[in-house]
Structures are given as C-alpha cells and as structure tokens.
C-alpha cells in the first residue's frame, strides 16, 4: 500500500512485454530448428490443435507445403507471409520469423468471417489513391482512419498521435455511429509505456482479438539453447501484458488491435482500432493490408506534417500583413478597427482570446478573463518577464482560477510609453475523459506484484501534470504579435507627427 505513483508508473514500464511466456489462443506456436524442422518450443495449445503432439513440423504439414515452407526459409521471410496450408483437411495461416536461432511458425485456424476485405487488393490503387492525393495531415489521417476500418471492420479505429512527452492525442477517428466520439481526447504516456513503444517502433502491428482470454504457456517455459523464455517480441500471437487488458476492460474494448506509424525510426503514433461488441479477428490478410496502410502513411507523413507547419506561418504571415494595412490606413481608432474590422487581432494567430489595449482603451475579443482581470494579468507577466508562457499558474499562482480561459499568455507591450499592449489567451488544455456506458472505475488495482496504476489512475496523474497549461506559443506567432505591436509604436509615432505639425 502507499505505493508512490512513480513506483507504479516504474512497474508499468518493466512489464516484460518481449517474453510473457505464453501466447494468445487464437493459434499455436511452434518453434523449431533448422534445418531439421523440429520443435523445440510449442504453445500448449498445440496438441489440441493438432489432434497430437507434435515433434516435428513434418509430422503435420503434407510434402507440397512442406516444400514450400522449406523453399521460402533461404529468401526473406516476408514473403513467405502467411502459407496457406492443410491440417488434417482444416485451413491454416501459417506465419514465420526468426529469434533466438529458431524459426517460430505461428499457426493460426481460418475462419468463416474472412471475408470482409478478401477483395482488398483490388481496391489498392484507389486507396493509395486517396492517401497520396491528401494535402494536409487532418485529411492523411481521416483517410486512413477511414480505409483502416473498412479493411478490418472494427467498431472503431483512431488516429493516436504522440507528443514531445510521449503522451498522445486521438487526431481522427471513424466509428460505429452510436458510438461516443473520442477524437480530441488526450492520454497520458504512461498508457504505452517506454518498452511498449520500443517494440512497437520496430514492430508494426499487433492484435488482441478477444481482451477476455487465457493466455497459454509455452512448453518448455525457458527455451533450452538459451535459458529464458522465447523471445515473442515478433510474434503476432504474443500474449500482451495483463496491465493492458485490465485497460481494455475498463474501456469497454474486447478487441483491440494497433499499427505503428513511425517517421524516420520514431514512433509518431498509432492506428488504435477496438471492437467493443465482441471478438474480434481480422484474418492475417486484412491484417497485413492494414499494417500497409500503415507503413504507407508513415511515408507521407514528414512532407505532411511540415506543410502543415509551413502552411501555419504562412497562414500568420498573410494575417499579419493584413493587419499591418489596416494599421496603416486607419490613422485614429486604432482599438476598434483591430477589434472590430474585418480582420481582427485575434485572427492573427491561433489563440481562443484576444486584448487590445490602445490609447487607454481596452478591447476584449473572444474567450479572455473577465475584463477586469486582463491588465493586472498582463502587467503582472510583464513585470515578472515572462509575458510569452504556456503555464501562467506557474508563473502567477494567484491567476490559476483563469486556466479556462488563459492558461496561455502571449502579451507584448506596444512600445512609445503608453503602457499600451497586445495579448493572446490560450484555455488549458486538459479535458475531461467521460467514458460512455463504461466508466473508468477501479482506481489502484491491487495485485501479487503490489499495487498498480489502473488506466483511470493514471488519467489523474496525467491530467495533473498537465492541468493549467496551454498549446505553446510558437515563435513565427510571438514574431508576429511583437511585428504587430512595433507597427502600432509606429502608427502612433506618425500619427504625434501629424498633430505636431497640424497644432505648428
Ligand atoms: C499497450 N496501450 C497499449 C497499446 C495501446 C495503448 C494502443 C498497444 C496495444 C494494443 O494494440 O492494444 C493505449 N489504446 C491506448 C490508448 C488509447 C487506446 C491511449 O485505444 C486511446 C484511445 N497502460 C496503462 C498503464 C499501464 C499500461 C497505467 O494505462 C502500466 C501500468 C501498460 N499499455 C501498457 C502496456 C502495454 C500497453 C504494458 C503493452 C501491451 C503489449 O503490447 O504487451
């Protein structure tokens, strides 16, 4: 009891994802030698199975697809990927790798629901199509939410982009329609821990198709070559840590399955697909074309995501070019032309607030604080020289209660001596996470190993470290907002001149 958050936070990241020694029972695992074929290691679900326990993988195959399986071992195994072979007259998927100087076949029954994109590769080039056609990253990533779910059939499938901290954000989404959105929602790194999005770094995929199952251990436990238990880190029927499933109960989810999305060797994020009305198991080759999907996004998303960037200051640049015009041919009412006008000073950069105080006059646009809060708020982060920070709280405890409003501040003094400014409010950004129909409930789980962060826990700590603070600023907008403010000294200083030479 009393377990510091950390501590379990700690525990959560030495799940030993790579070796759980067992694996999940939609198929058998059998690992063997080569060249001889004969099983070292097997699932102890094999003899169920196979009807018999097997020691060699020539007691199960027949010849043809034993031959195939023995021509495919000397080239890349990738494209061995999956063999559809014969069991005593049942279909089978059979899958290999390599780790631990043995070849791992993972064998998985074929089902009757294997249809839904059987005709998928027909439909490839329209679909790289309209994946290559998108031009920004919202577009790339419904696209893909989208074609993701039509190839698997999940009830749901997210868009899971991490941030600098590793926590993440559901950027796009496309449900079952009564389902309750959770695009926008935000979750704590502690969620995937650090070992988890290792793996998933090199690994591209993997999938829970029933949360509620038994795992089943490998026999023997430690491999005998190398005396710990397999390495299933590239098994797709790796039993995946019992943390994990207790987060997918307390979602709701029976099925879950995720595809990496990786840019130059770093795990951007994620395709989160759940399944919430049961099962469910998408064969190998839906599977497989959703991870292409993946991996072709993947490709997109530098240029993607850097137009995104360019189009941002592009976009402040033009905005702040208007402004200027308006400064410049509106030679009294300043305050009102950038408050009212058709381009205002809100519109000059993504903020949710916006306070123009010129002349004595003070403007307010959008979400702010309540007027009589701004200039004491301004002035106070001007004093202390912080007036650009994305956590005023931290900077100003007495200003937490507006975090609703301005847990962000962007102000600039227009300088001349006026004690005139600019400023720009940003609402923090943490939200409530309402779980529809399936609240998160338990709080800490306790377990033999002690007790453990449940995901709703975790939620809290999250939502704590980030509470009361804001999107940053980023620095073409403070340019920008300092660019406008220089432009107004400017206009006052003309404007002086003017009176000057009309009062001589
Ligand atoms: C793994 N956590 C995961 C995975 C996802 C998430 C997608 C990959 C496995 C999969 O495909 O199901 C998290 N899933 C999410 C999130 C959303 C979602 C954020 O759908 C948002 C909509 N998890 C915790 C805590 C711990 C934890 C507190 O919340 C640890 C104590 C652990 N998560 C955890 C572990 C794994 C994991 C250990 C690895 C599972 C595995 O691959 O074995």
């Known amino acids: 009891p009393g377990a510091l958050?950390?501590?379990?936070?700690?525990?959560c990241a030495d799940e030993p994802i790579a070796v759980p020694g067992a694996v999940q029972p939609h198929g058998?695992?059998?690992?063997v030698t080569e060249p001889d074929l004969a099983v070292v290691v097997a699932?102890?679900?094999?003899?169920?199975?196979f009807g018999r326990s097997v020691a060699g993988l020539d007691q199960v195959l027949g010849a043809a697809d034993l031959a195939a399986l023995r021509g495919g071992l000397a080239g890349d195994l990738a494209e061995l990927n999956p063999l559809r072979v014969q069991v005593s007259g049942a279909e089978m998927d059979v899958v290999v790798h390599r780790a631990d100087g043995l070849l791992l076949t993972e064998w998985e029954p074929v089902f009757g629901a294997e249809q839904v994109g059987a005709a998928w590769h027909r439909r490839l080039p329209a679909v790289l199509q309209r994946l290559s056609a998108t031009a920004t990253l919202d577009e790339l990533t419904d696209v893909l939410a989208r074609d993701v779910r039509t190839v698997t059939g999940f009830d749901r499938v997210m868009v899971y982009r991490f941030?600098?901290?590793?926590?993440?954000?559901?950027?796009?989404?496309?449900?079952?329609?009564?389902?309750?959105?959770?695009?926008?929602?935000?979750?704590?790194?502690?969620?995937?821990?650090?070992?988890?999005?290792a793996l998933y770094a090199t690994n591209w995929m993997r999938i829970i198709p029933d949360a509620g199952y038994r795992p089943v251990p490998l026999d023997p436990p430690l491999t005998p070559s190398?005396?710990?238990?397999?390495?299933?880190?590239?098994?797709?029927?790796?039993?995946?840590?019992?943390?994990?499933?207790?987060?997918?109960?307390?979602?709701?989810v029976v099925a879950s399955m995720s595809v990496s999305l990786i840019d130059g060797g770093r795990l951007w994020g994620l395709i989160a697909c759940h399944h919430y009305a049961g099962p469910h198991r998408p064969s190998y080759a839906d599977r497989v074309a959703a991870e292409f999907l993946g991996r072709t996004a993947s490709l997109l998303l530098p240029t993607t995501v850097a137009a995104g960037e360019q189009s941002g200051i592009v976009e402040v640049a033009s905005r702040q070019a208007q402004l200027a015009a308006v400064v410049g041919r509106t030679p009294r009412g300043l305050a009102a032309?950038?408050?009212?006008?058709?381009?205002?000073?809100?519109?000059?950069?993504?903020?949710?607030?916006?306070?123009?105080?010129?002349?004595g006059q003070l403007r307010l646009l959008g979400a702010t604080p309540p007027a009589d809060r701004v200039e004491p708020l301004v002035r106070a982060l001007l004093a202390a020289g912080r007036p650009v920070t994305d956590a005023v709280s931290g900077v100003l405890?007495?200003?937490?209660?507006?975090?609703?409003?301005a847990s962000g501040v962007l102000a600039v003094e227009v300088p001349g001596g006026r004690e005139d400014f600019l400023a720009w409010f940003r609402p923090e950004t943490v939200r409530e996470v309402t779980w529809g129909g399936n609240p998160y409930t338990s709080k800490t789980a306790q377990t033999a190993a002690g007790p453990r962060l449940s995901p709703r826990r975790s939620f809290d700590a999250w939502s704590e470290t980030v509470r009361e603070t804001a999107q940053p600023w980023r620095p073409h907008e403070v340019a920008a907002a300092r660019t406008l403010a220089g432009d107004l000294a400017d206009a006052a200083l003309s404007r002086a001149a003017e009176d000057n030479r009309l009062a001589g």
């Open 397 to 405: 405890p007495d200003a937490a209660d507006l975090a609703g409003t």
């Open 163 to 197: 941030d600098a901290e590793w926590n993440g954000e559901v950027i796009a989404e496309d449900r079952r329609e009564d389902l309750e959105p959770f695009l926008g929602l935000r979750y704590p790194a502690s969620d995937i821990p650090a070992q988890a999005r």
């Open 5 to 11: 958050p950390e501590e379990a936070l700690l525990r």
């Open 226 to 252: 190398t005396g710990r238990p397999l390495d299933l880190s590239g098994a797709m029927l790796r039993s995946v840590s019992p943390v994990h499933l207790e987060y997918l109960a307390n979602m709701g």
């Open 337 to 359: 032309a950038l408050a009212d006008g058709e381009v205002t000073a809100l519109d000059l950069l993504p903020a949710g607030g916006a306070a123009v105080r010129l002349d």
């Open 43 to 49: 699932s102890a679900n094999a003899q169920e199975l």
């Open 28 to 31: 058998v695992l059998l690992a």
